[in-house]
């Protein structure tokens, strides 16, 4: 079992930057991968980025490719989600995910409790 808390979310305005941050505890944190989800009110959850367990491959959904960074500290058992240049539809309930790959809910096995993000325009 693997426990993840995220912090880093907050109130924005269009343009400006926020990082998200997923703290990691349980089994070992280091030989997962990890992704980072978000869901609007009255959407699905969908995927917005992922990073394998040793760094070296990451994923992007097209809406935040360019925008987004995703990285990993694995000596403090941290993902991180890099946004800058926000915009009004990236306001969302972010969810860090582990134990997984692909770019559906079901393909990753344990979840945060999820940080709110709010781009005002």
């Known amino acids: 079992q693997i426990q993840m808390a995220e912090s880093g979310g907050g109130l924005v305005q269009a343009g400006g930057s926020l990082r998200l941050s997923c703290a990691a505890s349980?089994?070992?944190?280091?030989?997962?991968?990890m992704g980072w989800f978000r869901q609007a009110p009255g959407k699905e959850r969908e995927f917005v980025a992922a990073i394998t367990w040793r760094g070296a491959s990451t994923a992007y959904a097209d809406s935040v490719k360019g925008r987004f960074t995703i990285s990993r500290d694995r000596t403090e058992d941290t993902v991180y989600l890099q946004m800058n240049s926000l915009k009004p539809e990236d306001t969302a309930v972010y969810y860090c995910a582990a134990g997984g790959w692909g770019t559906t809910r079901r393909e990753w096995d344990y979840w945060g409790q999820g940080t709110q993000v709010t781009v005002s325009s």
């Open positions: 349980g089994r070992t944190f280091s030989a997962y991968n």
